[in-house]
């Protein structure tokens, strides 16, 4: 139903955002978002926001099954702290796991409850058949203000500056992991519904009603390592947490709480995948560890590394090493899914015939330049092995050039690339039946070559052509051509 997004940053709220830093437990706020998405376009739309006391919001969960109708966010920086926050946001021994009915939220919503808030953000809508995005502001954000509007936000404390925060494939458990703790706490869904039904507070924050730790704990689980971050879930009721400081993996039970097995990583685990591991119904098979940091797992390359990973079979009660292999990065949040998911729904070209490009050049015989004030257009068309037109004249300084290339090949696989020298390094890859638009201002008089960045045939080199800049106010006239007698507009 929504896609939904914790501020990592609190910020001033209201008209007046020029304020003293210093002021931040006065001024500052955080928001946590809820997209709706259209279940049948999949179109985004901000739906609310609720409006949060100062703090950081980290990572989020939905729930599953009997917790399905609620969310569940990690948070840190409790003491609302806004400078050397290594230290001055590490000083509760607990800070919170926040628990939102969004069920109880969309019915304040629809119910016209909250705020119209003032804002200005981008609504940008890809377009799949122009090829292109559009973009509409809007100007205001539906708020809803948990101290107002009560029984929809609660707080359960969680040791210390929680990071990851998991929900086990039953709905009944969250798996929190305090990066400087040394337990992970694992709450219970039933019992966080008892306390909240038994009102068994351990007061407020900010207004907001703060559950006791104990009444909804499920259980701790004991030396599990060092710097717990994120967990996965198998099939089987078990759970695996990646470990920062002590560079391991951890197995342990979700019912029993008991460590069942670790095994090494190489180095200083961040996330970690277990395919499905974060739905009601994981495969299970595999971990993979994605790691922060690589040191000698590799040959060197200089100061900057790539980030390793490591591929673990978790299908008997141990954990077993198959792979260890380089990432870009390290992916955050990622998952696996058999191939047949997606690979039916791949697609493989874009139908020229479908193209809605507004510059889209179908064919060769409708390539031409087009000059409108000190815009020219180029409809240009990329086919093995030349481009169309591949030699322009009448172009002046001070012109803004927009080179539309439209990929005229129907056949999987032969993208082409285009640019232009002086782009400033940009340049775009143009699918099959695709259409793209790289912007271009000259910025000296002469002939400038233009060129396809993707090979695609033996005579992949011989895909240029040039451009002639003339000083501004020359009367050059504009002309355009392939192979034959020029074009003139």
Partial sequence: ??????????????????VAINS?????????SFISVNPESGRLKLAFQILMPGMDFDLSRGGKGPSADWFFFSCYNSERANTL??????????????AVNWKKAEEYMKAGKGVRSKSHYAHNI?????????????????????????DFVYLM????????????????????????????????????????????????????????????????????????????????????????????????????????????????????????????KPWGKYVIAYNKITKDRFLPTGPELTQSAQLYDISGDKMKLLLDFPTIGEPHYANAVPAELISKNSVKIYKLEENAHPYVA?????????REGNKVHVYMT????????????????????????????????????????????GETLIMPGETQTISWKPDQV????????????????????????????????????????????
């Fill in 85 to 98: 926050l290594e230290v001055n946001a590490s000083q509760n021994d607990k800070d919170f796991i926040v």
């Fill in 446 to 489: 002469g002939v400038t070559p233009f060129y396809c960045t993707d090979f695609c045939s033996a005579l992949h080199q011989e895909m240029q052509g040039y451009i002639r800049v003339s000083p501004a106010g020359s009367n050059i006239p504009l002309k355009y051509w392939t192979g034959d007698e020029p074009q003139v507009q």
């Fill in 382 to 425: 990329a086919i093995r092995s030349h481009l169309t037109p591949d030699n322009i004249e009448g172009v002046r300084m001070g012109d803004e050039v927009h080179f539309h290339v439209t990929n005229l090949e129907q056949d999987w696989d032969i993208p082409h690339g285009f640019t232009i020298r002086g782009s400033t390094n």
């Fill in 157 to 280: 404390p969680c040791p210390k500056s929680p990071h990851g925060c998991d929900v086990d494939p039953t709905g009944k458990f969250i798996a929190a992991s305090g990066k400087l703790a040394a337990v992970i706490p694992v709450f219970s869904f039933d019992k966080m519904l008892q306390a909240i039904e038994s009102k068994t507070y351990d007061g407020e924050y900010q207004g907001i009603p703060v559950l006791k730790y104990e009444a909804v704990l499920h259980g701790e689980v004991q030396k599990p390592g060092l710097g717990p971050l994120h967990t996965e879930f198998d099939a089987n009721g078990n759970a695996y947490t990646s470990m920062f400081v002590s560079s391991e993996i951890v197995k342990w039970n979700v019912q029993s709480l008991q460590v069942l097995d670790r095994v090494p990583t190489y180095y200083s685990i961040g996330h970690l995948c277990v395919p499905g591991g974060d739905t009601r």
């Fill in 362 to 370: 179908k064919g060769e015989g409708q390539a031409k330049v087009v």
């Fill in 126 to 150: 890809y377009d799949e058949k122009k090829h292109s995005a559009s973009t509409t502001w809007e100007e205001d954000v539906l708020t809803l203000d948990p101290t107002v509007l009560k």
């Fill in 24 to 32: 931040y437990k006065d001024n500052f706020k955080g928001t946590l």
């Fill in 1 to 18: 139903e929504y896609v939904i997004a914790g501020t990592r940053f609190s910020i001033p709220m209201g008209a007046q955002q020029d």
